[in-house]
Every structure is written in structure tokens, then in C-alpha cells.
Nanobody, 126 residues
Framework: QVQLVESGGGLVQTGGSLRLSCVASGRTFSTRAMGWFRQNPGKEREFVAA????????DYATAVKGRFTISRDDAKSMVYLQMNSLKPEDTAVYYC???????????????????WGQGTQVTVSS
């Protein structure tokens, strides 16, 4: 069983920064591709960023490219999302996701992931 726990959300002003963290349980974290998604009430969950199992490949949604950075620390079983130049439209619940399997690919669809955290709220005030 894999458990993911996010942290680091909060309230920030437009232009500010936040760093989200996600810690994963289990012994095989290094063989998992990881992703971040976000969701607002009444809307579908949308892709934000992803990193391959090796950390060698990353992908970002167009809306966050150049402002957000995903990274992983396999020694700590952690994945991070550094969010800079935040905008009110970045307000959402952010979810960490994991997919088991060794692949050089990054995965951007919700159905690509089998494990999800409980989410952390990010609110950007204007």
C-alpha cells in the first residue's frame, strides 16, 4: 500500500511563492513516476506537473510553465512543487500522485496514476 501526504499549502498574495511537499510511504519510491494535479470545486482535476521515475524528465501544464518547478528527492521519498509568481487562478486544492513502474516517460493524465494524496489547499489573493 502506498500513502502520499502533501503539505505546504496556504494563503499567499499574488506574485508570492509556495513550496508544496509530498512524502510517500513504501520501499519503492524510486521506481515511481510522480505528478501534481489541482482541482477547484465543480471542476475537473487538472494536470500541473510531472517527473519521471529517474527524475530525468519533467513536464508542465502550459499555465504553469516557467513559474513552477517539480523535483524529487528519492533518499527522502519526497516530491516537491516550487511555485513562484503565483496568480489568483492558481488557487486550488493541489494533489500529489504516484505511478509505479520504471519508465523514462512522464505522465500527465489523471488515469495514469494509481495513488493519490489527500490534497493541500493553495489560495492566492489578488
Amino acid at each position: 500500500q502506498v500513502q502520499l501526504v502533501e503539505s505546504g499549502g496556504g494563503l499567499v498574495q499574488t506574485g508570492g511563492s509556495l513550496r508544496l511537499s509530498c512524502v510517500a510511504s513504501g520501499r519503492t519510491f524510486s521506481t515511481r513516476a510522480m505528478g501534481w494535479f489541482r482541482q477547484n470545486p465543480g471542476k475537473e482535476r487538472e494536470f500541473v506537473a510531472a517527473v519521471s521515475w529517474s527524475g530525468g524528465s519533467t513536464d508542465y501544464a502550459t499555465a504553469v510553465k516557467g513559474r513552477f518547478t517539480i523535483s524529487r528527492d528519492d533518499a527522502k521519498s519526497m516530491v516537491y512543487l516550487q511555485m513562484n509568481s503565483l496568480k489568483p487562478e492558481d488557487t486550488a486544492v493541489y494533489y500529489c500522485a504516484a505511478r509505479e513502474g520504471i519508465s523514462a516517460r512522464v505522465w500527465s493524465r489523471e488515469n495514469d496514476y494509481g495513488y493519490w494524496g489527500q490534497g493541500t489547499q493553495v489560495t492566492v489573493s489578488s
